[in-house]
């Protein structure tokens, strides 16, 4: 639909047209089903490997210079900030949710390092356990610096959330599962 309403797209036009239109089918609730599996992971990427070969000058380029050219992030990683946003609306008590129905605060006498809002990681029998929402995301939010989770708003922390990962030089395209890029 998009190639045939817009036939030359630039990239300030493809951003408010993409961000507006096709992320928001490609984001929609991901906090409760965030897919598991590679391949699906692979399909949703695809969909936006595909929309951005559309901007005038870029189709040539690979699929990672596209995205830092558009200053756009990949799913996989637009979907890991997400979850991290969610996480700091429950904890700071933004979402009206208890925050104990989803997270344990670790506890901070035993001289953890890190931010004061470390959470606790249950031990999980299952698999499927493990892809839920309040504990997948626990290692990443476990990871981010005092200043980040502190943020008095959601936008500062949305901001020093992104100069953080610009900071580390995390690419905005960033394609690996959390677990292992966090171990290089």
Avoid at 86 to 111: P, Q
Avoid at 146 to 158: H, R, Y
Avoid at 165 to 180: A, R, V, Y
Wanted: aromatic share 10%; charged share 30%.
């Amino acid at each position: 639909m998009i190639k045939r309403q817009f036939k030359i797209t630039d990239k300030e036009d493809f951003r408010i047209i993409y961000k507006t239109y096709v992320r928001p089918h490609l984001e929609y609730c991901t906090q409760a089903w965030s897919p598991k599996l590679q391949k699906d992971k692979m399909l949703l990427e695809k969909v936006q490997r595909r929309a951005t070969r559309m901007v005038k000058g870029l189709k040539k380029l690979p699929y990672e210079t596209r995205l830092k050219k558009l200053g756009i992030y990949s799913i996989e990683r637009q979907r890991l900030r997400g979850d991290l946003i969610e996480t700091f609306k429950i904890l700071t008590g933004r979402e009206h949710v208890n925050y104990s129905k989803f997270f344990e605060l670790a506890d901070i006498t035993s001289g953890l390092r890190g931010h004061s809002l470390k959470l606790f990681k249950p031990r999980c029998r299952t698999t499927v356990r493990e892809n839920f929402f309040s504990l997948r995301i626990v290692s990443e939010w476990n990871q981010l610096p005092q200043d980040v989770v502190e943020a008095p708003s959601i936008n500062t922390f949305k901001n020093r959330l992104d100069r953080h990962w610009h900071d580390m030089g995390i690419q905005s395209s960033w394609l690996h599962s959390p677990s292992t890029s966090s171990n290089k």
